[in-house]
């Protein structure tokens, strides 16, 4: 079958093009440098990959402005200045003639290639350690990564904890910190996160380890206390309460008391439709669908509350059979509701205040 080039129209009735190349090199099991293109060890450790990003006729098709009664002007007179390097004002793109210079692909390769690098991933977090001691704690802690190299050289790290189970803290090439306070490992997941500027957010789960309240706060003592706090939140509500909050004419009477200090919680209703089944067998107009519900307050807990009290946003996923689709309704106290639909990730319509 005739093979047609990725920026060229296609004629004809059958005709094959290649709609993406990429190139995955694997680093050698001692870690002494990456293989050959194709080569494998036992290990199959991944070492970089390398997507194929611009061909000749691609830039010459698309990298110029047509000029009336004279030749296209080229956008990239000197491609290695713009494309190759890097530096700030550089793109990071490998060329190919690069490439096969210092071996990672075959000399047979086409030259004026461009390609994306992934970057690397090493076992250690210090860039001067020989492979032998990389090696060593590599297979002390399980093959998980430690540092990781951009395609600019910036590198970042990554901490695990005692039992190399879960991360503790991630460092950018700036020095910008995200530490895990907490790690809580019923669910094996983090609880209490600070972020670069060791602001706070905690996160509880129930006891089916989905996430029902956040708590956005402020920076640990003796600094002010701000923000909100998850102190005194029940993760774990009665039926009784759910149904008070779900059947109620107004939600809005309940969600005070089961937000309580927290910034956001997340009601579910997990047993709806059984329960509904179960009460009403035969008519299944009365059987209803599982959903949750969020409830995100307006006003820190540590701020003073407005004139007119606090406000607190309840959203209403509503699931469909439309392949996925769900609507969402959003509902501010005192608010009219308008045609608010949730597709595909996108809010449409709006909602207005009386």
Not at 19 to 30: A, F, P, Q, V
Not at 34 to 43: E, F, I, R, V
Not at 255 to 282: E, G, H
Request: proline share 8%.
């Amino acid at each position: 079958m005739p093979e047609v080039a990725y920026e060229a129209t296609a004629t004809g009735s059958q005709r094959r093009r290649p709609i993406e190349w990429l190139r995955t090199l694997y680093r050698r099991d001692n870690l002494g440098g990456l293989l050959t293109l194709g080569d494998l060890q036992p290990l199959a450790l991944p070492g970089e990959s390398y997507k194929l990003a611009f061909t000749p006729g691609l830039l010459a098709q698309v990298f110029q402005r047509p000029q009336q009664g004279q030749a296209a002007e080229p956008l990239l007179p000197d491609q290695a200045a713009v494309l190759g390097g890097q530096d700030g004002n550089r793109g990071g793109y490998l060329r190919s003639q690069t490439m096969k210079a210092d071996g990672r692909f075959p000399a047979t390769d086409a030259d004026d290639h461009w390609w994306i690098p992934s970057g690397q991933s090493f076992f250690t977090n210090d860039p001067l350690d020989a492979a032998a001691t990389e090696l060593a704690q590599a297979r002390q802690h399980f093959f998980l990564p430690r540092r990781y190299r951009d395609p600019f050289g910036q590198e970042a790290f990554v901490d695990f904890d005692a039992n190399d189970l879960l991360m503790t803290e991630t460092r950018d090439a700036l020095g910008n910190r995200v530490t895990v306070n907490v790690n809580d490992y019923r669910v094996l997941q983090p609880s209490l996160v600070s972020d670069p500027n060791r602001n706070r957010t905690e996160v509880a789960f129930d006891t089916l380890g989905m996430v029902v309240g956040t708590a956005v706060m402020g920076k640990p003592a003796p600094a002010p206390v701000e923000g909100d706090t998850l102190t005194g939140f029940v993760a774990d509500l009665t039926q009784a309460q759910l149904d008070g909050f779900f059947d109620a004419a107004d939600p809005h009477a309940t969600a005070a008391a089961l937000l309580k200090d927290a910034t956001t919680r997340i009601v579910y209703d997990l047993d709806r439709f059984w329960r509904s089944r179960d009460a009403n067998p035969d008519k299944p107009d009365k059987w209803e669908a599982p959903f949750a519900a969020t409830l995100a307050r307006e006003t820190h807990a540590s701020s003073p509350l407005p004139p007119q009290g606090l406000k607190i946003q309840l959203s209403f996923p509503i699931p469909t059979a439309l392949a996925g689709r769900s609507r969402k309704r959003y509902k501010p106290k005192k608010a009219r509701f308008r045609c608010v639909m949730v597709t595909a990730g996108f809010l449409l319509g709006r909602i207005t205040s009386p």
